[in-house]
């Protein structure tokens, strides 16, 4: 069965430093999707992108986030300047339309000391 | 974005089926149901979608009442490995920004 690939798993930072969290989405699909949840909270969207740009994004997703789909299967999201707060897990998301059945990868733990 | 009420706890026992509600008074009329589980470090994993009346697939059923202000994710004889949370979203396909509420904790006990 395919599946969203994340990579890494599992990622410590120092505050200031930059990340970048690689999501492979599954093949056909078109529609990508950023989700965080910080331990013990609700899963929060971050941002969805389509046609090579950005559809929606929340309020979360401020100007240290970015979101790249560089070579047409990779979909990665980049935090400039991590703070303490961005500790969270990080999902990448993929659709093949705009239906509402996601499909999830198993998450980025992203840890800011 | 229809907004959705759903108890944030229930227990039940293995064997049992466990029916978890969800409230959503303002669906609009473009607007489906979708149900998620997700288990503890791992990302939500999509269920079962509906629009009216009864859905049934291999994990779960979905009942609509008619006028779609509630909608009811049904397990039938629940195993331990079923206790995660549930999330209940209602969207419809020009919605890019697919909102996960608080979710319904199932905990099921031997």
């Known amino acids: 069965e395919p599946e969203v690939t994340q990579t890494p798993s599992h990622q410590v930072t120092q505050m200031g430093q930059e990340v970048i969290l690689r999501c492979v989405p599954i093949?056909?699909?078109?529609?990508f999707y950023w989700y965080r949840q910080i331990l013990g909270q609700k899963v929060e969207f971050l941002v969805s992108?389509?046609?090579?740009?950005?559809?929606?994004k929340s309020e979360i997703f401020d100007d240290q986030f970015s979101v790249e789909r560089p070579d047409g299967s990779n979909f990665t999201l980049k935090i400039r300047s991590t703070k303490l707060e961005d500790s969270a897990m990080y999902f990448c998301?993929?659709?093949?339309?705009?239906?509402?059945?996601?499909?999830f990868g198993e998450g980025s733990r992203l840890t800011v000391l | 974005l229809a907004k959705t009420t759903q108890p944030i706890s229930m227990d039940s026992y293995e064997g049992q089926e466990v029916n978890i509600t969800c409230s959503h008074n303002?669906?609009?009329?473009?607007?489906?149901i979708t149900w998620y589980q997700q288990f503890p470090s791992q990302g939500p994993r999509f269920i079962i979608q509906?629009?009216?009346t009864k859905v049934t697939n291999e994990v779960a059923s979905l009942f609509i009442p008619a006028d779609r202000k509630s909608s009811t994710l049904s397990l039938p004889r629940v195993s331990l490995s079923d206790t995660a949370v549930y999330y209940c979203?209602?969207?419809?396909?020009?919605?890019?920004?697919?909102?996960f509420g608080k979710g319904t904790r199932l905990h099921i006990l031997p």
């Open positions: 998301a993929s659709s093949e339309g705009n239906t509402g059945e996601l499909f």
């Open positions: 093949s056909n699909h078109l529609y």
């Open positions: 992108f389509y046609n090579n740009e950005i559809s929606e």
């Open positions: 303002n669906i609009a009329t473009n607007d489906y």
């Open positions: 509906g629009y009216k």
């Open positions: 979203l209602v969207g419809d396909d020009r919605d890019d920004k697919i909102i």
